[in-house]
C-alpha cells in the first residue's frame, strides 16, 4: 500500500468507458502540504478540474492549507471518510497495515479507480475486492455490527461495495437492470445497469429511517428540487431500504467530475458556514441564474423541512467532459435536528429558527425578487404540508410521523414570526 519514495500520484479524469483518462495532474507532498501540477492537456483546454481555488496555469501549486490532509480541497473529497473510512480502516488492518500511518497520497492510491466522480488516481493500490453476497438484509445487519463495534463476517464485502462513500451512515454501490436484478463489479457496474446507492440504518437513526428518507425525497420532488431517482428496497422484514442514482454515473458507466462543496472552496464540513456562501460559490462555479435558484430552493425546503445536516458535504458540482459545471441534484434530504438544533449553514446569520424575512433578504441579495422568493416558499411549504400523505405512503411509523411533524410545525411557527 506503500508508494515508491519520490514516485509523483498521477491524477487523471475517467469519463467515458473503455477510453483512455485524460491526464489531469501529477502531485507529491512537501513539508506536510501537496504540491499539484497540472497536466499540458488540462491547462491547453483551461479545463477548470478544480473550479475556484486553483486554475489550470503551469508550475507547481501547493494546497493552500493542511484543512484537508494537506490535499487541495478538491483531491480531498475523494478520500473515504466516515463509514467509507471505518470499512478502509478494518480492511487494511486485516493486511496489517495501519491507515493512520498512510500518507494522504498514500490514501488516494487506495482510492484509485473506485471512487466518487471521475478522479482516478494511479498507481492504484486498492485491495482486491471479495463479494460474497448481495443480501441486503446480511448486509444491514452486518453494517449495524461494524459501527457498534462487533467483528462482521461480511466486512471485505462491505468495503468492496462501499466506494468512495462519505458521511455516517452505512451505505453499498449496486448495480440495477430494467428487470430488477441487482449487481456488482469491480469499480463499476456490469453492462446494461444503471449504478445506484443503497444506504443501511446507523444504530442512532430510527428503525425506519428507509421509509422516512423516502418519504423526503418524495416531498422534494413535489417542492420543485432536483433529486436523483429514488425507490424503497423491500426488506425481508421490517422497513425497507432507502435507495437512489448515483448521478455521478449518469449512464452506460459514463463518469461525471463530482466536487463538493466543502471541496470547491475548502471549507470544512464539520465548520460551521452561510447558505449565502453556498449561494454565492454556485453563481461561481456555473454561472447559471437557474442553478443559484435551484439552490435557493433547496435552502428553503431545508429550513421547512428540518433538514438541518445541512453542511458543506451535502452539496455538490458536477463537470462534465466538456468542462461544463452545474449544480448536482440534492441528495442525503431527511429529518435532522441538527447540532445543538442549529443548521450547519445559517441564513443572514440565524441557524437555529431562520424566519421568512431572512430567507427572503437573503434571495434579494442573490437576484431573486420578492415575488419569486415568495413562491418558492409558498411551493415548497405547500409540499412540505403533505409529509403525513408521503409518510403514509412509505410506510413511516406513527410514532415517527408524529415527531416529524411535530418538528415541522415548530419550525413554521419559527420562520413566520415577525
Not at 485524460?22 to 491547462?43: F, P, T, Y
Not at 418558492?376 to 403525513?388: K, T, Y
Request: charged share 25%.
Amino acid at each position: 500500500m506503500r508508494l515508491a519514495p519520490g514516485i509523483p500520484l498521477s491524477v487523471a479524469l475517467g469519463f467515458e468507458p473503455g477510453s483512455e483518462p485524460l491526464a489531469a495532474g501529477r502531485l507529491a507532498m512537501d513539508g506536510g502540504l501537496a504540491q499539484l501540477e497540472w497536466s499540458r492537456e488540462v491547462i491547453t483546454r483551461a479545463l477548470a478540474v478544480s473550479p475556484i481555488l486553483y486554475p489550470p496555469e503551469p508550475g507547481l501549486i501547493a494546497a493552500r492549507n493542511r484543512s484537508f490532509d494537506g490535499l487541495h480541497g478538491f483531491l480531498a473529497d475523494s478520500l473515504p471518510d466516515g463509514w467509507g473510512y471505518l470499512l478502509m480502516r478494518k480492511r487494511l488492518t486485516k493486511l496489517n497495515i495501519d491507515i493512520a500511518a498512510l500518507s494522504p497520497l498514500e490514501r488516494l492510491a487506495l482510492v484509485g479507480n473506485h471512487g466518487r466522480g471521475a478522479l482516478v488516481f494511479e498507481p492504484a493500490t486498492t485491495p482486491a475486492d471479495d463479494i460474497a453476497t448481495l443480501d441486503l438484509d446480511a448486509l444491514a445487519k452486518d453494517a449495524t455490527a461494524l459501527l457498534t463495534g462487533e467483528e462482521s463476517r461480511l466486512a471485505d464485502t462491505l468495503a468492496g461495495l462501499a466506494g468512495g462513500s462519505g458521511g455516517a451512515r452505512p451505505k453499498v454501490h449496486v448495480g440495477f437492470d430494467g428487470q430488477g436484478h441487482i449487481s456488482v463489479g469491480q469499480a463499476e457496474v456490469a453492462a446494461g445497469h444503471t449504478a445506484w446507492i443503497v444506504k443501511f440504518r446507523a444504530p442512532t437513526d430510527p428503525v425506519d429511517i428507509g421509509p422516512i428518507e423516502e418519504s423526503y425525497a418524495c416531498m422534494a420532488e413535489l417542492a420543485g428540487l432536483n433529486l436523483s431517482a429514488h425507490r424503497l428496497l423491500p426488506a425481508k422484514s421490517g422497513p425497507g431500504y432507502f435507495a437512489t442514482r448515483r448521478f455521478d454515473r449518469p449512464d452506460s458507466g459514463r463518469r461525471l467530475h463530482m466536487v463538493s462543496l466543502a471541496g470547491a472552496i475548502e471549507a470544512p464540513a464539520d465548520a460551521p458556514s452561510s447558505y449565502d456562501l453556498f449561494l454565492r460559490a454556485t453563481r461561481a462555479i456555473t454561472r447559471r441564474a437557474d442553478d443559484v435558484a435551484a439552490a435557493f430552493r433547496r435552502m428553503v425546503f431545508n429550513v421547512l423541512a428540518c433538514n438541518r445536516d445541512d453542511h458543506t458535504r451535502q452539496h455538490a458540482y458536477l463537470m462534465d467532459a466538456a468542462g461544463e459545471w452545474r449544480l448536482a441534484p440534492a441528495f442525503d434530504l431527511t429529518y435532522a435536528p441538527g447540532p445543538g438544533g442549529e443548521h450547519y449553514l445559517d441564513i443572514e446569520g440565524e441557524g437555529r429558527r431562520p424566519t421568512r424575512a431572512q430567507v427572503m433578504s437573503l434571495g434579494r441579495k442573490h437576484g431573486l425578487d420578492t415575488k419569486r422568493a415568495a413562491a418558492v416558499i409558498a411551493e415548497v411549504s405547500a409540499a412540505v404540508a403533505d409529509w403525513p400523505i408521503r409518510a403514509r405512503n412509505a410506510g413511516v411509523s406513527k410514532g415517527s410521523m408524529k415527531m416529524v411533524q411535530d418538528a415541522l410545525a415548530k419550525v413554521m411557527a419559527d420562520f413566520d414570526t415577525a
